[in-house]
């Protein structure tokens, strides 16, 4: 007699002894929280994480590596944090490496999971199958995109206003080049609330403000924002700030109170 081969349990990346890939702080509309003072702020933080499953070591990559900014987003967990706490809303946070999966970029995107970042190879990514690549994005990626779709639409559903605000740093030289910003508002569809905090940010004394730099933001190189805010017709902010300002306690601080202090004003200007 003939029996069905037994299917086969997908092998899995993480185990429970590794972190849950999402890390939420402030209220959440999924938890039934609605925002402090009825700001619209989603905030997101695509790179704040340094995490790196057991399974996978340490990548093939020195720990000296490992702390630069191919790694994550420096300073901006810090910074991050202290802004939500600030403004009284939620922030949602990738809690793995980008050298692991990089989830600003699509699936499938030369450097969603890179093989070489800003000169340093990254041996774990160099043969991949595609079983292996697909654990990342289903145990990674996904999580962390289906949250941030799950607090915008709860969010909808109870007719509270939206927008989301994707916090990145930038390292100040890359591929032996200085660059010369402070900070970058990075715009693409509907700018229109983007613009507003860039125009802010200019009057303040003594910043180098960027628009579309150190990048230009776009549906091909970015993922977050052309998803879940360009996709739906939300405003949005796709921030940028160098990283050397926001290394220290002290400067981190700086840039959350001030962040904190233009938002709300451009939100203002925004609605009206």
Known sequence: MHHAALAQEPSRLLTPADPAPVIQFGPSALDGVATAGGLPFVLVSDHAGQAIPAALGD????????????????????????????????????????????????????????????????????????????CRVEEIFLPYHQKIGGEISTRLEAGLPVVLVSLHSF?????????????????????????????????????VVGSNEPYALTDVNDYTVPVHAEGRGLPYLEIEIRQDLIATPEGQAEWAARLARILPRAWEEYRH
């Open 171 to 207: 390292t100040d030289r890359m591929n032996g080049q200085a660059r010369p910003w402070h900070t970058g508002v990075l715009h693409n569809r509907n700018p229109a609330f983007g613009l507003r905090v860039r125009d802010l940010l200019a009057a303040e004394d003594g910043l």
């Open 59 to 134: 990548m093939g990559v020195s720990a000296q590596d490992r702390a630069r900014h191919i790694a994550c987003d420096l300073g901006m967990a810090e910074t991050g944090r202290l802004l939500a706490e600030k403004l009284g809303c939620v922030l949602i946070e990738q809690a793995y490496s980008r050298l692991v999966i990089d989830c600003n970029r699509a699936p499938g995107h030369p450097t969603s999971i890179v093989r070489e970042s800003d000169g340093t190879p990254v041996p774990a990514n160099a043969d991949l199958s595609a079983d292996a690549e697909g």
